[in-house]
């Protein structure tokens, strides 16, 4: 769980052979984690005694480090089901099943798991209250959706994470007012004043979005059954004391009575155990759970390349300088076709361009002749030719990667047919070579600084002095640029 909240300054070890043994230090917090980890013990949690849970040692504020070495394969712990927090576990369990979610879209799931948390978490008594006593302070939460808007401007400039914390905000604020509020006022014995406070429930919503788990869907399941297919969110104590990267040597099993936590690599001692939360890129770390990771560590990390600025960019490079109706009549023809639509936007990676097929399909329509078009109009459907990057095999010995390594084929699996790797950018024909470089360009003149400054900033002195909400926007803007100015490198050459 990758947070920057101040948290408790204990080691825990649980023997599950021996019992429980506290680690203690002379810290007030000492009574709140004794009873947690007893709390664990007494559920059955099982936690092995190769791990402590430490603030010294982990990446983050709190994480899990191993006291031995770990096998791959083995269980570092396991909860029961009966002790993950989701709505039919809570103590209103019957009582969720009376809202009316007529007036929201969002998951019945999410909504009413809300609902249980603003029971439990308030409950003195309640099954999961040593739990919510290591929740982080939330007077300190590091998610965009409680930066300052001043703060998601300039420090997000160029990245897609204002638009969704504002559609976060209006969906909230929605669900608020029209489904939670109502609710919580007609069941006032389940639900204390505080609840009905619009700044406490955004706390709630943001406790939900960066520590809770969504299990692995049946794909046997009918997909058109929503109720069956989409999981619902659930706490996970314990589980959700690990924090992220890409490259974690841990993974979440989800089985029939119990999740387990289980090893994907050997561990050394004194190594922090990562768990992964999935392929994400930094931007959507960041939004969802508060941080990211610094380029080139996050191998799933992305930017998105609006669609319009190739069509500003083609227009630009005058594509069809003698014919610009031609260049419009393609744009519309592709709108109709569904081959793209106003807000699609092309999806660059680590390792290149992630949909290889739509990103050839586009290039090739839009510089064909008018005589090709026309000829175009009259097929039912329209092929990509193979013989684009025909020379991509050719280069893939090539050693001419970037100085970052993160080409290297420890970090990445070579077999990804949808990939348009960086290295086949150099078979495609000069003038589209040339219109990627434009969209690069026109992608980095959206961003506050310079990938120059950028790089200067990260080496001086004053990084150090960042906050963390500072650190982790810079990392995410930072990592997009250096992904563009490698599309421009591998265009250029």
Not at 4 to 21: E, F, M, P, T, Y
Not at 38 to 67: D, H, Q, R
Not at 264 to 272: A, F, T, Y
Request: charged content about 25%; aromatic content about 10%; overall charge negative.
């Amino acid at each position: 769980m990758e947070s920057n909240q101040k948290r408790v300054r204990s080691s825990l070890i649980c023997d599950s052979s021996a019992g429980c043994s506290l680690s203690k230090r002379p810290l007030l917090e000492d009574q709140t984690v004794n009873a947690f980890i007893e709390w664990c013990c007494k559920s059955n949690f099982n936690l092995s005694p190769k791990v402590k849970i430490s603030e010294e040692g982990s990446v983050a504020k709190y994480g899990m480090i191993a006291t031995e070495d770990i096998s791959c394969g083995e269980c570092l712990f396991e909860i029961p089901r009966s002790h993950i927090l989701i709505a039919e576990t809570s103590s209103i369990s019957e009582l969720t099943k009376e809202v009316d979610l007529s007036a929201t879209k969002s998951d019945k799931g999410w909504i009413t798991l809300l609902l249980s948390i603003l029971h439990e978490y308030n409950k003195p008594n309640s099954k999961w209250r040593p739990y919510f006593n290591l929740v982080p302070d939330f007077k300190h939460l590091e998610l965009p959706l409680f930066w300052s808007e001043t703060n998601r401007t300039e420090l997000l400039q160029g990245t897609d994470i204002n638009k969704l914390v504002e559609s976060d905000l209006e969906s909230i604020n929605s669900d608020f007012n029209n489904v939670i509020l109502p609710f919580v006022k007609k069941h006032p014995e389940a639900f204390p004043p505080k609840c009905q406070n619009l700044k406490f429930y955004h706390k709630m919503v943001a406790f939900v979005m960066a520590y809770s788990f969504m299990e692995p869907t049946n794909p046997m399941l009918d997909s058109s059954d929503e109720d069956q297919v989409t999981a619902p969110p659930m706490m996970v104590p314990v589980a959700d004391i690990l924090n992220h990267v890409a490259n974690h040597n841990a993974e979440l099993s989800y089985e029939v009575s119990c999740l387990k936590m289980i090893t994907v690599k050997d561990i050394q001692k004194g190594e922090e155990v990562y768990n992964t939360y999935g392929m994400l890129s930094n931007s959507q770390l960041l939004h969802m759970y508060g941080f990211a990771e610094l380029y080139p560590k996050n191998v799933n990390d992305t930017v998105e390349i609006p669609i319009k600025f190739f069509q500003d960019s083609a227009a630009e490079l005058a594509v069809h300088a003698d014919n610009e109706e031609l260049l419009q009549q393609k744009w519309q023809m592709m709108l109709m076709s569904n081959i793209i639509s106003e807000d699609d936007s092309f999806l660059l990676g680590m390792r290149g361009f992630l949909t290889k097929d739509e990103l050839i399909l586009f290039l090739q329509i839009l510089f064909l002749n008018d005589s090709e078009f026309v000829t175009l109009k009259t097929k039912e459907s329209f092929q990509i030719d193979p013989n684009v990057t025909n020379q991509t095999n050719n280069n893939d010995n090539d050693n001419d990667d970037d100085e970052d390594g993160e080409d290297s084929d420890e970090s990445y699996d070579d077999d990804d047919e949808e990939l348009l790797r960086f290295k086949d950018l150099r078979t495609l024909c000069p003038s589209w070579r040339k219109l990627l470089i434009q969209v690069a360009e026109k992608c980095l003149a959206q961003y506050r600084t310079t990938l120059e400054k950028d790089s200067s900033t990260l080496f001086s002195e004053n990084f150090d002095h960042l906050s963390a909400f500072e650190r982790f926007a810079f990392y995410t803007t930072y990592s997009q640029k250096k992904m563009l100015e490698k599309l421009i490198k591998y265009c250029q050459c």
